[in-house]
């Protein structure tokens, strides 16, 4: 089956460390990104990459790093400085078109509580 | 800066009752996008209607897009319990190269069983 999967489902964190959520897809697209969703608020944009070894940081990038190794993975990795990081994590992926924004195809989630 | 912003917040209606939730933005736009998210699940994209657009159809959902008015309705026809979730509309801005979409905040529909 084509998808995207985000590990693990559920993520607990003690003050100070550094986790990194995994993020892969085979749907052989070129963009991947990764929002936050706090409850009751809409997805706000971390990072994305449009293309291997790219990325740009969206709109709240602060305590947040990632890489783009490889085409079906993007792993984000929130760090200790991030001042507030328990949420809901959300990786997507789309088709990379020259003149729109198809469709993003998301992951089921990973929910990061810092104890 | 928030981009898409749906209204209502919330929504309630029994089965077979039809639901209409609205989206405004703020700058001009290539195409505006709808998405589900039943709770605590990803989001999972509905309908895309492109700014030259007026109105789209899928099954149960029509979509309108008023660009003069910066707005776009979502209209769900004979609601269902299973369409109980989180409704988010998504835009993409004009101009620029990267593919970025900017969520809303979403519309919590619940269907009554």
């Known amino acids: 089956d084509g998808g995207i999967t985000q590990s693990p489902k559920y993520l607990f964190r003690k003050e100070g460390q550094n986790v990194t959520l995994s993020c892969e897809q085979n749907?052989?697209?070129?963009?991947m990104y990764w929002y936050r969703q706090d409850p009751g608020q809409g997805l706000r944009l971390i990072y994305y990459?449009?293309?291997?070894?790219?990325?740009q940081k969206g709109d709240i990038a602060e305590g947040y790093s990632v890489s783009r190794e490889k085409k079906e993975s993007f792993p984000l990795t929130v760090t200790s400085a991030q001042k507030n990081p328990t949420a809901f994590y959300l990786c997507?992926?789309?088709?990379?078109?020259?003149?729109?924004?198809?469709?993003?195809?998301f992951g089921p989630g990973t929910r990061l509580t810092v104890l | 800066s928030q981009q898409g912003e749906e209204d209502p917040q919330a929504l309630s209606i029994q089965e077979g009752e039809n639901a209409t939730m609205n989206c405004s933005y703020k700058?001009?736009?290539?195409?505006l996008q709808w998405y589900r998210q039943n709770s605590g699940r990803g989001l999972v994209h509905l309908i895309l209607?492109?700014?030259?657009?007026r109105e789209k159809h899928s099954g149960r959902l029509r979509v309108t897009l008023d660009t003069s008015k910066k707005s776009s309705s979502l209209l769900i026809t004979a609601s269902r319990a299973a369409d109980t979730a989180s409704y988010f509309c998504?835009?993409?801005?004009?101009?620029?190269?990267?593919?970025?979409?900017?969520f809303g905040k979403g519309t919590l529909l619940t269907v009554n069983p």
């Open positions: 997507a992926s789309s088709i990379r078109a020259r003149m729109d924004t198809r469709e993003q195809f």
């Open positions: 749907l052989n697209h070129d963009a």
């Open positions: 990459s449009q293309i291997v070894n790219d990325f």
């Open positions: 700058t001009s736009i290539n195409n």
């Open positions: 209607i492109r700014s030259n657009e």
């Open positions: 998504a835009t993409r801005h004009s101009g620029g190269s990267n593919y970025k979409l900017t």
